[in-house]
């Protein structure tokens, strides 16, 4: 397995749509941060309170959660695209552990890379809208819980993308998944469309970078049921993996 990460690692650096594909994730965050305390501070008719500040500076996740999605989908159905999968698997012949490399190795990097950027957000938002207070155990819990979600939507790319294999169609399904369909979904109507709205996708994941409740979910309960659609995609995927041709 060592030599199945070094080798994940060295594709994941050395191709430019990945170190690109991050920076975009970190300028979104920074961005609508700053965008978005702005507006909020020259609109608050008094000090706004910390905790509100941080949820604020975190707006931009939203759409950072797209570009990790896509780069979750870019690690795998680009090597689809290429052919580069045939000389993967010749030289990793057990294709699950060469997706348990991606994912773990794929995982670990976004995580680090998002918490620090929601990090720098928070930090942000915060010097802009300078609340009377700030907990610093909410900021470590807000960045940590912004890691995560953007981790997990950048695992479900993944899964989309070994499950479609195609590059445009895997980000158009994550883009319907994550952003199109979880919003009309709270267009339902009657309890079992509450429900429906409530257990969708980013609807659910979302509870954990906002830390709020929604009906029976919390935001620890939201992001694992977000993390079962993750595993659903990347289930399948992997079940197709191993039934499919190369």
């Not at 690109?20 to 702005?38: C, E, N, P, R």
């Not at 953007?150 to 952003?179: D, Y």
């Not at 029976?216 to 595993?231: D, E, I, K, R």
Request: net charge positive; aromatic share 6%; with cysteine.
């Amino acid at each position: 397995m060592i030599d199945i990460l070094r080798s994940e690692w060295t594709k994941i650096r050395s191709v430019r749509s990945t170190m690109w594909t991050l920076a975009v994730t970190g300028g979104l965050m920074l961005g609508f941060s700053a965008l978005i305390s702005a507006s909020a501070k020259s609109m608050a008719t008094g000090p706004i309170p910390g905790a509100e500040a941080i949820v604020l500076a975190l707006t931009g996740t939203m759409i950072a959660a797209l570009s990790m999605a896509t780069l979750g989908v870019l690690v795998i159905s680009s090597e689809y695209r290429t052919g580069g999968i045939r000389t993967s698997l010749m030289a990793v012949p057990k294709r699950l552990s060469l997706l348990t490399g991606k994912i773990v190795l794929f995982g670990a990097v976004s995580m680090v890379v998002c918490t620090v950027a929601a990090a720098g957000a928070i930090g942000v938002g915060v010097a802009i809208i300078q609340p009377p207070s700030i907990d610093l155990l909410e900021v470590v819990r807000f960045a940590l819980g912004a890691g995560l979600y953007l981790t997990a939507c950048g695992l479900f790319g993944l899964g989309l993308g070994t499950l479609i294999r195609h590059t445009p169609g895997a980000i158009v399904s994550a883009i319907a998944l994550m952003l199109v369909l979880p919003t009309l979904s709270t267009q339902l109507p009657g309890a079992w469309g509450r429900t429906v709205s409530e257990y969708f996708t980013t609807n659910a994941g979302l509870l954990l970078v906002s830390g709020q409740s929604s009906g029976s979910l919390g935001p620890w309960s939201g992001f694992a049921v977000y993390l079962a659609w993750v595993a659903v995609a990347m289930v399948s995927g992997a079940v197709l993996m191993q039934r499919r041709d190369a």
